[in-house]
């Protein structure tokens, strides 16, 4: 079984929903997996115009205007919802889209974002136990029958008589709804919440060294409560620099700000063939997906290479 190949973009640092739809688009006719977005508010470099576009509202558009792609987050931040306002935003898109979305969440960690836009943002500490509470919360909300009410007393988080609705088209995740993705190199909450929890286990631009070592540290948490590492599904996000000759690949480069040579060490650049050959080699360390961080949207020829040159070699 092959890797599968999916988009991911970062519409944070200046992309309209019509930029969004245009890749999702394209993705979708030429056969990749997913079309998914990050969940930020404020650029991380550049001047960010013409702003920042929310990720479930987009997700909910896409959901419409897209008919057979999957759609996700990576990462939607727990400090940005109340955790029953996401249930039922996440369960309302999967029913827009027909069963079809993903929902990537984590902890949160960009601190001026939450300034720029008035959002509280706790220390670590409280970070992670909110984010954990979420994890609990959002699948024990979808995972309750229709006609019974869900309740949780947490520290940061109370329910009471809650009728647990809408429920999303889909129940085949790990605790029910929706397919959860967790995220990170944590070396000890993150693979017990990955081992609770996710369904997809996703690493965040990392080497090969430490994919295995990861990988390897969520398989232990998962055997240690009885869980299946093979119910768990592998991934890693890179981002991507492709091109047919050196002067494209620095051509791609240069478009996104960054340096060729950095690029071929830390992401996924060069030619199809250097590609091909890197993808192959995190698979053999277990990812089954890869997320391919894609920085210039309007690119779509970036797109229609990998996918005439390399998805079809992975």
């Not at 309209?16 to 030429?30: I, N, P």
């Not at 409280?126 to 949780?152: D, H, I």
Request: hydrophobic content about 40%.
């Amino acid at each position: 079984m092959g890797v599968q190949l999916r988009v991911f973009t970062e519409p944070q640092q200046g992309a309209t929903y019509d930029d969004l739809l245009a890749v999702a688009l394209e993705a979708e006719r030429l056969g990749f997996g997913a079309f998914f977005r990050s969940d930020h508010y404020l650029h991380m470099s550049g001047d960010g115009l013409p702003g920042p576009t929310d990720a479930w509202t987009t997700l909910a558009g896409l959901a419409r205007d897209t008919s057979t792609i999957r759609l996700g987050t990576m990462m939607t931040s727990a400090t940005f919802r109340h955790p029953g306002v996401l249930a039922i935003q996440v369960a309302q898109v999967d029913q827009m889209s027909g069963g079809r979305v993903e929902l990537g969440i984590g902890a949160g960690w960009f601190a001026q974002e939450h300034t720029a836009y008035g959002i509280p943002f706790p220390d670590t500490r409280g970070r992670f136990e909110r984010y954990a509470e979420q994890l609990e919360l959002v699948t024990g909300l979808w995972s309750t029958p229709v006609g019974e009410l869900y309740a949780f007393d947490g520290q940061h988080y109370q329910l009471a008589d809650s009728p647990a609705l809408p429920k999303p088209v889909q129940s085949s995740g790990h605790r029910g709804g929706v397919p959860l993705l967790v995220g990170g190199v944590g070396k000890k909450q993150t693979p017990a919440l990955a081992a609770a929890y996710a369904d997809e286990f996703n690493l965040p631009f990392v080497d090969e060294e430490l994919t295995a070592v990861q990988f390897g540290r969520v398989r232990r948490a998962a055997e240690e409560i009885g869980r299946d590492p093979a119910s768990i599904t592998w991934s890693n996000a890179l981002v991507l620099c492709v091109g047919g000759d050196e002067a494209a690949i620095a051509r791609r480069a240069a478009a996104i700000g960054r340096d060729v040579d950095e690029l071929r060490a830390n992401g996924l650049a060069g030619t199809p063939e250097e590609v091909v050959a890197k993808i192959r080699r995190y698979g053999d360390l277990g990812a089954q997906r890869i997320y391919l961080q894609v920085l210039d949207l309007a690119d779509l020829d970036h797109l229609r290479l990998v996918a005439a040159e390399v998805m079809p070699h992975v």
